[in-house]
């Protein structure tokens, strides 16, 4: 993949695809928020005067550098947002990831950012994206520290592979229920079709915020990977109108809600000697029969037990040590 082009983008793209917050920052500024920039990348927005009732949305983009459609969603949500910024009804930081792999139209520039929310992080720890989580647990920190009840974390990416649910979502388990259904609910309203709860981290970003700071957080998946300025904006007006719903403090709710799936099994890759029975371009949610062979590793056999599991994030090319894959099952 070549760098990213920036010349013939829609200004408000341009400048969050490249962390340019001046446009905004000052907007909300100048309605009277308490506006600051704690990191690179990171703006945050809060009411001049704390309130605990209030709200504190996480919006993360981009921590994959190529995954850029959620970008320009969120780019046109907070351009129109802005016009109005009275209109915020939430404590906000808008977070873009992987400045400098979006920059260079990459995933990522050493190893994926988004295994790097974890306290020990091996042969990873030397890598950027090592640093660069760093800085966002520290901002992140910040931002909840002091924050209201009500928290949340959306980190919106898009898929690299087909599937069957185009749009769905991981949920850690450990979020507080209510505060969970109320995630799941808001998730329907986006448009998403189905929920895996995930009973254990990958070292995600949104894991993070739900284990240590409480947020019913989120890792969405909108729809397909797509180039910066080329995206099919279409697939993601249910979540456009969603996030905009969000940040206005309007709930609407017309019922939809998403198929719910439990985790059935993680298959961690051991050794070089992993094998899997399909290769990373298998759609995810692609239904696996009972006794059927997943993956040996050695000695190991990864066997599916139920009478059904579907196999999600399939990649038998991850560093060993690292999750090559989801098994999941209906929850109902
Ligand atoms: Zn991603």
């Given amino acids: 993949m070549s760098a990213a082009s920036f010349g013939a983008l829609p200004e408000s793209v341009r400048a969050l695809a490249q962390a340019d917050f001046g446009d905004i920052a000052r907007r909300f500024t100048d309605a009277g928020f308490t506006v600051g920039l704690p990191a690179r990348g990171v703006l945050t927005v809060k009411a001049a005067r704390p309130d605990a009732a209030r709200a504190s949305v996480l919006v993360s983009v981009g921590v994959h550098g190529d995954e850029t459609g959620p970008i320009e969603m969120v780019a046109h949500v907070l351009d129109a947002l802005a016009r109005t910024p009275e209109a915020l009804a939430v404590d906000l930081m808008l977070c873009v990831g992987n400045i400098d792999a979006i920059a260079a139209g990459k995933r990522f520039i050493d190893a994926d950012l988004n295994r790097m929310f974890r306290v020990q992080r091996g042969d990873l720890a030397g890598t950027f994206e090592a640093g660069r989580a760093d800085s966002l647990i520290s901002a992140t920190r910040d931002f909840f520290e002091g924050s209201g009840p009500a928290r949340w974390h959306l980190d919106l990416h898009t898929a690299i592979r087909a ?165 999941v099952v209906r929850a109902d």
């Fill in 163 to 327: 599937s069957r649910y185009p749009k769905f979502a991981i949920v850690p388990e450990l979020i507080e229920p209510a505060a969970r259904g109320r995630l799941i609910q808001w998730l329907g309203q986006a448009g998403i079709e189905a929920v895996i709860m995930n009973p254990a981290s990958a070292g995600t970003y949104s894991w993070w915020t739900a284990e240590q700071h409480g947020a019913a957080g989120s890792t969405v998946e909108l729809g397909r990977i797509g180039t910066l300025g080329q995206n099919d904006l279409s697939q993601f007006l249910d979540a456009s109108n969603a996030l905009d719903g969000l940040l206005r403090g309007h709930a609407a709710f017309d019922g939809r809600m998403p198929l719910v799936f439990n985790t059935a099994q993680s298959i961690t890759k051991l050794s070089d000697a992993f094998k899997m029975s399909f290769g990373r371009a298998t759609e995810n949610f692609t239904p696996l029969k009972k006794g059927e062979v997943i993956a040996t590793d050695g000695d190991t056999v990864y066997t599916v037990k139920h009478d059904e599991e579907l196999v999600v994030f399939p990649n038998p090319d991850v560093r060993v040590g690292l999750r090559a894959g989801i098994m």
